[in-house]
């Protein structure tokens, strides 16, 4: 299975708005046709379903819906994008959301990283985008490229059991549950108290 | 050997003639070729010979004193002057020389020698050359003489040291890798200091029987080097005559007489004096090495008297518990309770906040949904129905933080178990040890009202049985029938023996008058009694007859029970409302599972915060976990008005949070925000309080005001004092939790 | 061939034939017909000496007149799914060549105390039969790293 993906790659950029949606959809395809496959060998039959994994995939997508202007992404709720080579791409990221995924589910802490498929930041169905752009998407390209090299670790077992369900179940949750409005008002004590005793 | 010496003259001759003379020489003496030597340095060989030879003597610089070695001298004139080693140390008439050299900075091997228990002078590893004398001399056992000449480095001392460590390996077996003392051995050590590195030892090892000591200590008696220190504990410090020696020369060994358990409740000290293998831990036995623990400096909760223990640890696992040193409190010794109650912390730990669902199951929550319920209760019922309980081992941060809570929530009922109703607060002398745990010693006579210190503190009591061998102190007991290990004189069950006392008509009370110190101890399973009052008045006079409290004696002491009771006191823990329980409508219990919950409306809404799921777990409708005394940072002040911090030794378990973390939690989610968010920040709120608690490992005296106190009119009962502690090893949640102390409890004490 | 149908037809009048279908019915003949190892091995059985059965039912022959290298050989009992590791450890030395010790006598020697039933390797047999090793999320018998017990609700 492995090496289809990678046999998949994308091509170094796409010439217009037009083409990287196409692959934006040719991804989210592979991806949905591979989460059979990722449910068998990461045996997560009994922690999730297709459906839920899939909606994660698509909720991952159309989080980043609103980028248009990939030289420059706006930035719009939080939701920083990497304009800079170090930025919400970096490797790190994964470490503590998958440490952190369940007890931010259980203390509905969402951390604005516990997302699923982080890397996978591709502007998708979204009518007022088909805009069609006559330069590089440079931006688009690169997170394509990071989401398939993370379903390809997905599919190969570079990532293990924990991993995806540190990131893509339980993290799936922090997403969709919000409890950042209900720790408002609440002293730094008691939002360090729900996360620990050691503070 | 031929070939070794030959190779060995070979390469220092360098001429064929030469040569041919040695190997001659050496084929002409047949016992060079047969003796082995022992002496692994060759002037040791002929250590006579070498001591006349005259030596250059290597000048040291003068050594500081070993291991805090002090000098103290009751009699300035007693002063004497040894030579240790060619340097003038000046000690007290009758030290012994061993003494003398610790305090020159010499250390001198011994196994059979305890600066504790009495001198037996049977193991010979102290031997020492003093000039003058034949013989090397042990150096435990001789007293130091005027101007005596002490030589401990010399070709005698160190022969002297081989011979006698090879006679202590040739029947010790050879099983250091399989043996819990590895690595702590004092056997060991001693034997790579001082020993030789070979024995002449061929025969066939002797080997003893296993003595059955009970569920506690672990007994390997091959391994046995006859010390007698054990024996000497048992009988001079536990005050128990069970261990003895049997048998001479190679049959000798240490044993009960009768096949029998070792029934004191100080037994686990055998384990720590024992220098070799042969007494050891039971539940610790092969649990782990001691090089890989992580030694924490803490204090005990499980009694009111505070010992100084070391928690051991590795990892998340508290694996054993051992004594620290302090003079005041604990000497070196702790109770089996303290040291063995470890095994409590890892059973029956709440680890989840949970809910009783509509079901009565219990439920996992978080935090948020746990403490959200039960601010939203707490704000529903009318401030005076709500109670607050402090559990035995409450620490006083969190004891403070309750009694902000409630009263930000408008109820003042709180209190610590233990206290009784209406306690008495307000003079610290009312409740605390005043002559202090080692001013016991000064005493003479001795009156134990209501209180069996054998159960309800052993470290008090063992001070009480050093004083009475020591003295001869005199002892009174008035209360249940129960065990004591040293001469006392039961003079009654109940308050009607107090009443003959005081008015002057008991036999005893000429013991009393006589007494330059006399020290009057009562239990604080009184506090619990409704005529509390009237006797505490009795007693109060009886203290007056006797002359117990004057300026530079305070003998009027009580013995508290439990560790979290002094710090309840000091803080102010007292409940506003004599019958709170019956109305309460939310019970917040913190640690209290002695409370009697029978009274309680059933209708009553009960959080419990605690760390074990004990009795009042059962009641509750919400469990709050917290950590337990070895996880967390608190302050205890213990009986004689110590107060000392608890340090974490391993994290806590599960989802469990502080103590005062928690309140401090709650106070914020039911709109009551208390102040502090560090413990910093609470110690300063204490200090308001109770300044005391926070000069730690000092003892605050209490001042006296025994004029102040109001006059009682109560009526008492002559219903006998009851004991205030059933079963000596299980007194609270962890030592319940406890499986080693359930089997104390079970073979020990049914032997009673 | 004519060989082979000679020494048939000698046992069919020596033993009659209806001794000689029991056997074939014992032997499963019917299942090594359309299996060639199977067949091979029925074939090569004849002219050889059963040599010891052990107790999965596997029967060792020997015949000394074949080629050496080749004159010992295993029947397996199980004539669905056979495969070497059926071989006891026994009988392993001898059916290899270790040793002329049949499984028989090499069995007595074998300790009572601590000597572990021979077990076949299962593999691709089924999830129960898959070895995972120690940690490995699907071992059911995963070491339990909780240091401590937690108290357990109960109903009241």
Same mark, same amino acid.
């Given at each position: 299975?492995?090496?289809?993906?990678?046999?998949?790659?994308?091509?170094?950029?796409?010439?217009?708005?037009?083409?990287?949606? &196409?692959?934006?959809?040719?991804?989210?395809?592979?991806?949905?046709?591979?989460?059979?496959?990722?449910?068998?060998?990461?045996?997560?039959?009994?922690?999730?379903?297709?459906?839920?994994?899939?909606?994660?995939?698509?909720?991952?997508?159309?989080?980043?819906?609103?980028?248009?202007?990939?030289?420059?992404?706006?930035?719009?709720?939080?939701?920083?994008?990497?304009?800079?080579?170090?930025?919400?791409?970096?490797?790190?990221?994964?470490?503590?959301?998958?440490?952190?995924?369940?007890?931010?589910?259980?203390?509905?802490?969402?951390?604005?990283?516990?997302?699923?498929?982080?890397?996978?930041?591709?502007?998708?169905?979204?009518?007022?985008?088909?805009?069609?752009?006559?330069?590089?998407?440079?931006?688009?390209?690169?997170?394509?490229?990071?989401?398939?090299?993370?379903?390809?670790?997905?599919?190969?077992?570079?990532?293990?059991?924990?991993?995806?369900?540190?990131?893509?179940?339980?993290?799936?949750?922090?997403?969709?549950?919000?409890?950042?409005?209900?720790? &408002?008002?609440?002293?730094?004590?008691?939002?360090?108290?729900?996360?620990?005793?050691?503070? | 050997?031929?070939?070794?010496?030959?190779?060995?003259?070979?390469?220092?001759?360098?001429?064929?003639?030469?040569?041919?003379?040695?190997?001659?020489?050496?084929?002409?003496?047949?016992?060079?070729?047969?003796?082995?030597?022992?002496?692994?340095?060759?002037?040791?060989?002929?250590?006579?010979?070498?001591?006349?030879?005259?030596?250059?003597?290597?000048?040291?610089?003068?050594?500081?004193?070993?291991?805090?070695?002090?000098?103290?001298?009751?009699?300035?004139?007693?002063?004497?002057?040894?030579?240790?080693?060619?340097?003038?140390?000046?000690?007290?008439?009758?030290?012994?020389?061993?003494?003398?050299?610790?305090?020159?900075?010499?250390?001198?091997?011994?196994?059979?020698?305890?600066?504790?228990?009495?001198?037996?002078?049977?193991?010979?590893?102290?031997?020492?050359?003093?000039?003058?004398?034949?013989?090397?001399?042990?150096?435990?056992?001789?007293?130091?003489?005027?101007?005596?000449?002490?030589?401990?480095?010399?070709?005698?001392?160190?022969?002297?040291?081989?011979?006698?460590?090879?006679?202590?390996?040739?029947?010790?077996?050879?099983?250091?890798?399989?043996?819990?003392?590895?690595?702590?051995?004092?056997?060991?050590?001693?034997?790579?200091?001082?020993?030789?590195?070979?024995?002449?030892?061929?025969?066939?090892?002797?080997?003893?029987?296993?003595?059955?000591?009970?569920?506690?200590?672990?007994?390997?008696?091959?391994?046995?080097?006859?010390?007698?220190?054990?024996?000497?504990?048992?009988?001079?410090?536990?005050?128990?005559?069970?261990?003895?020696?049997?048998?001479?020369?190679?049959?000798?060994?240490?044993?009960?007489?009768?096949?029998?358990?070792?029934?004191?409740?100080?037994?686990?000290?055998?384990?720590?004096?024992?220098?070799?293998?042969?007494?050891?831990?039971?539940?610790?036995?092969?649990?782990?090495?001691?090089?890989?623990?992580?030694?924490?400096?803490?204090?005990?909760?499980?009694?009111?008297?505070?010992?100084?223990?070391?928690?051991?640890?590795?990892?998340?696992?508290?694996?054993?518990?051992?004594?620290?040193?302090?003079?005041?409190?604990?000497?070196?010794?702790?109770?089996?309770?303290?040291?063995?109650?470890?095994?409590?912390?890892?059973?029956?730990?709440?680890?989840?906040?949970?809910?009783?669902?509509?079901?009565?199951?219990?439920?996992?929550?978080?935090?948020?949904?746990?403490?959200?319920?039960?601010?939203?209760?707490?704000?529903?019922?009318?401030?005076?129905?709500?109670?607050?309980?402090?559990?035995?081992?409450?620490?006083?941060?969190?004891?403070?933080?309750?009694?902000?809570?409630?009263?930000?929530?408008?109820?003042?009922?709180?209190?610590?178990?233990?206290?009784?109703?209406?306690?008495?607060?307000?003079?610290?002398?009312?409740?605390?040890?005043?002559?202090?745990?080692?001013?016991?010693?000064?005493?003479?006579?001795?009156?134990?009202?209501?209180?069996?210190?054998?159960?309800?503190?052993?470290?008090?009591?063992?001070?009480?049985?050093?004083?009475?061998?020591?003295?001869?102190?005199?002892?009174?007991?008035?209360?249940?029938?129960?065990?004591?290990? =040293?001469?006392?004189?039961?003079?009654?069950?109940?308050?009607?023996?107090?009443?003959?006392?005081?008015?002057?008509?008991?036999?005893?009370?000429?013991?009393?008058?006589?007494?330059?110190?006399?020290?009057?101890?009562?239990?604080?399973?009184?506090?619990?009694?409704?005529?509390?009052?009237?006797?505490?008045?009795?007693?109060?006079?009886?203290?007056?007859?006797?002359?117990?409290?004057?300026?530079?004696?305070?003998?009027?002491?009580?013995?508290?029970?439990?560790?979290?009771?002094?710090?309840?006191?000091?803080?102010?823990?007292?409940?506003?409302?004599?019958?709170?329980?019956?109305?309460?409508?939310?019970? =917040?219990?913190?640690?209290?599972?002695?409370?009697?919950?029978?009274?309680?409306?059933?209708?009553?809404?009960?959080?419990?915060?605690?760390?074990?799921?004990?009795?009042?777990?059962?009641?509750?409708?919400?469990?709050?976990?917290?950590?337990?005394?070895?996880?967390?940072?608190?302050?205890?002040?213990?009986?004689?008005?110590?107060?000392?911090?608890?340090?974490?030794?391993?994290?806590?378990?599960?989802?469990?949070?502080?103590?005062?973390?928690?309140?401090?939690?709650?106070?914020?989610?039911?709109?009551?925000?208390?102040?502090?968010?560090?413990?910093?920040?609470?110690?300063?709120?204490?200090?308001?309080?109770?300044?005391?608690?926070?000069?730690?490992?000092?003892?605050?005296?209490?001042?006296?005001?025994?004029?102040?106190?109001?006059?009682?009119?109560?009526?008492?009962?002559?219903?006998?004092?009851?004991?205030?502690?059933?079963?000596?090893?299980?007194?609270?949640?962890?030592?319940?939790?406890?499986?080693?102390?359930?089997?104390?409890?079970?073979?020990?004490?049914?032997?009673? | 061939?004519?060989?082979?149908?000679?020494?048939?037809?000698?046992?069919?009048?020596?033993?009659?034939?209806?001794?000689?279908?029991?056997?074939?019915?014992?032997?499963?003949?019917?299942?090594?017909?359309?299996?060639?190892?199977?067949?091979?091995?029925?074939?090569?059985?004849?002219?050889?000496?059963?040599?010891?059965?052990?107790?999965?039912?596997?029967?060792?022959?020997?015949?000394?007149?074949?080629?050496?290298?080749?004159?010992?050989?295993?029947?397996?009992?199980?004539?669905?799914?056979?495969?070497?590791?059926?071989?006891?450890?026994?009988?392993?030395?001898?059916?290899?060549?270790?040793?002329?010790?049949?499984?028989?006598?090499?069995?007595?020697?074998?300790?009572?105390?601590?000597?572990?039933?021979?077990?076949?390797?299962?593999?691709?047999?089924?999830?129960?039969?898959?070895?995972?090793?120690?940690?490995?999320?699907?071992?059911?018998?995963?070491?339990?790293?909780?240091?401590?017990?937690?108290?357990?609700?109960?109903?009241?």
């Amino acid at each position: 299975m492995a090496f289809v993906v990678r046999s998949a790659r994308v091509p170094p950029n796409s010439a217009t708005f037009e083409e990287a949606r &196409q692959r934006t959809l040719e991804f989210f395809r592979k991806a949905c046709r591979s989460i059979p496959t990722i449910m068998q060998i990461h045996n997560l039959e009994d922690v999730v379903t297709i459906s839920q994994l899939r909606s994660t995939i698509s909720s991952e997508i159309l989080k980043r819906a609103h980028i248009t202007n990939p030289k420059d992404p706006p930035r719009r709720g939080g939701d920083s994008l990497p304009t800079s080579p170090d930025g919400a791409n970096d490797g790190g990221n994964f470490i503590p959301t998958m440490q952190s995924g369940a007890g931010a589910l259980k203390e509905g802490k969402t951390d604005k990283r516990v997302v699923l498929f982080e890397t996978i930041v591709v502007y998708t169905t979204n009518t007022s985008m088909r805009t069609t752009y006559g330069y590089f998407d440079m931006v688009i390209d690169m997170l394509l490229f990071k989401g398939f090299e993370e379903l390809n670790n997905i599919l190969e077992q570079a990532k293990q059991r924990h991993h995806l369900i540190g990131q893509y179940v339980i993290g799936r949750e922090g997403l969709v549950q919000d409890h950042r409005t209900k720790d &408002q008002g609440i002293s730094d004590f008691l939002k360090n108290f729900y996360s620990s005793n050691y503070f | 050997m031929g070939f070794g010496v030959l190779a060995l003259r070979a390469s220092r001759t360098s001429s064929a003639i030469n040569r041919c003379f040695s190997v001659s020489r050496i084929f002409a003496n047949p016992s060079n070729r047969h003796s082995r030597s022992i002496a692994s340095t060759p002037e040791l060989r002929n250590a006579e010979a070498a001591a006349e030879a005259p030596q250059t003597q290597e000048i040291h610089p003068p050594r500081t004193p070993l291991a805090g070695a002090r000098v103290h001298f009751p009699k300035p004139e007693d002063a004497i002057e040894v030579f240790v080693d060619g340097f003038p140390v000046t000690i007290p008439k009758g030290m012994t020389v061993l003494q003398a050299c610790e305090v020159a900075g010499v250390d001198i091997p011994r196994f059979c020698y305890h600066s504790r228990l009495s001198i037996a002078g049977n193991c010979r590893m102290c031997l020492v050359e003093v000039e003058k004398s034949p013989k090397p001399v042990a150096s435990c056992a001789m007293p130091a003489l005027p101007g005596m000449k002490i030589k401990t480095d010399t070709p005698v001392a160190k022969k002297a040291r081989e011979g006698v460590m090879e006679f202590l390996l040739m029947n010790h077996p050879l099983d250091c890798p399989i043996c819990d003392q590895g690595g702590e051995c004092d056997l060991q050590d001693q034997s790579m200091a001082f020993g030789s590195d070979r024995g002449r030892f061929t025969d066939v090892k002797r080997s003893v029987v296993d003595k059955n000591l009970g569920p506690l200590v672990k007994t390997v008696m091959t391994r046995c080097i006859q010390c007698t220190r054990c024996v000497r504990f048992a009988t001079e410090v536990a005050g128990v005559q069970d261990l003895g020696m049997l048998g001479r020369g190679s049959g000798e060994e240490i044993g009960t007489y009768v096949e029998k358990l070792m029934t004191s409740e100080l037994s686990g000290n055998v384990i720590d004096i024992c220098p070799v293998g042969a007494l050891t831990s039971k539940p610790f036995a092969f649990k782990a090495r001691n090089w890989e623990l992580k030694a924490t400096e803490t204090i005990d909760v499980t009694d009111a008297v505070g010992s100084n223990i070391r928690i051991d640890s590795r990892g998340l696992e508290v694996m054993r518990i051992i004594p620290r040193l302090n003079e005041d409190i604990n000497e070196e010794w702790i109770s089996d309770k303290t040291r063995f109650c470890y095994d409590g912390l890892k059973r029956q730990r709440l680890n989840d906040p949970m809910i009783r669902g509509p079901d009565g199951r219990f439920k996992s929550v978080s935090w948020r949904d746990a403490l959200a319920i039960v601010a939203e209760v707490a704000l529903q019922v009318k401030p005076e129905e709500i109670v607050g309980v402090a559990g035995r081992l409450s620490d006083a941060e969190s004891m403070i933080a309750l009694k902000d809570f409630l009263n930000r929530m408008g109820s003042n009922n709180v209190w610590c178990e233990g206290n009784g109703v209406r306690p008495n607060a307000d003079l610290r002398s009312g409740y605390l040890l005043n002559s202090s745990i080692s001013g016991l010693e000064k005493a003479d006579v001795f009156l134990l009202v209501g209180t069996q210190p054998r159960i309800e503190a052993p470290m008090v009591n063992a001070r009480i049985h050093k004083t009475v061998r020591a003295n001869h102190a005199k002892v009174g007991y008035i209360g249940p029938p129960t065990d004591f290990n =040293y001469n006392c004189k039961n003079l009654g069950t109940g308050p009607q023996t107090l009443l003959e006392i005081a008015e002057g008509r008991h036999p005893f009370c000429s013991a009393l008058l006589a007494a330059k110190n006399p020290a009057i101890i009562v239990g604080a399973g009184l506090f619990e009694r409704k005529d509390k009052d009237s006797i505490l008045s009795v007693i109060d006079s009886i203290a007056k007859l006797g002359n117990v409290v004057r300026p530079d004696w305070n003998g009027l002491n009580f013995l508290l029970l439990h560790a979290a009771q002094a710090a309840s006191l000091d803080l102010g823990l007292v409940p506003e409302s004599d019958n709170s329980i019956e109305s309460a409508k939310f019970l =917040y219990l913190m640690g209290a599972d002695d409370v009697e919950l029978d009274e309680l409306p059933s209708d009553a809404f009960v959080v419990y915060q605690g760390h074990h799921g004990d009795r009042s777990v059962y009641r509750a409708n919400v469990i709050l976990p917290a950590s337990a005394f070895s996880e967390k940072e608190g302050t205890y002040e213990n009986t004689e008005g110590c107060s000392q911090q608890t340090l974490p030794a391993v994290p806590t378990v599960g989802d469990a949070r502080d103590d005062w973390k928690i309140i401090r939690a709650l106070s914020e989610v039911a709109g009551v925000c208390l102040p502090y968010d560090n413990l910093a920040g609470i110690r300063s709120r204490i200090s308001v309080v109770a300044p005391n608690l926070l000069r730690v490992d000092e003892r605050e005296p209490a001042l006296i005001h025994t004029d102040l106190k109001p006059d009682c009119q109560q009526k008492m009962s002559t219903e006998p004092f009851s004991s205030a502690v059933d079963n000596f090893y299980m007194t609270d949640s962890i030592t319940r939790a406890s499986k080693i102390m359930a089997q104390c409890s079970a073979s020990l004490l049914s032997k009673k | 061939m004519a060989k082979l149908l000679k020494t048939a037809i000698q046992a069919i009048r020596e033993k009659g034939i209806a001794n000689i279908v029991k056997e074939l019915k014992e032997g499963e003949f019917v299942r090594c017909l359309p299996d060639g190892n199977l067949l091979q091995t029925k074939i090569h059985n004849i002219g050889g000496r059963v040599v010891g059965v052990d107790k999965f039912g596997n029967k060792y022959y020997e015949n000394l007149d074949t080629q050496f290298g080749r004159h010992r050989w295993v029947e397996y009992g199980d004539k669905r799914r056979y495969n070497a590791s059926q071989v006891p450890a026994e009988w392993h030395g001898w059916l290899h060549y270790i040793t002329d010790h049949t499984g028989d006598e090499l069995l007595m020697l074998k300790p009572q105390r601590y000597g572990v039933e021979h077990k076949q390797n299962f593999s691709g047999e089924g999830d129960e039969y898959i070895y995972h090793s120690k940690g490995h999320a699907l071992n059911p018998g995963q070491r339990d790293w909780t240091r401590y017990q937690a108290w357990q609700p109960t109903k009241t």
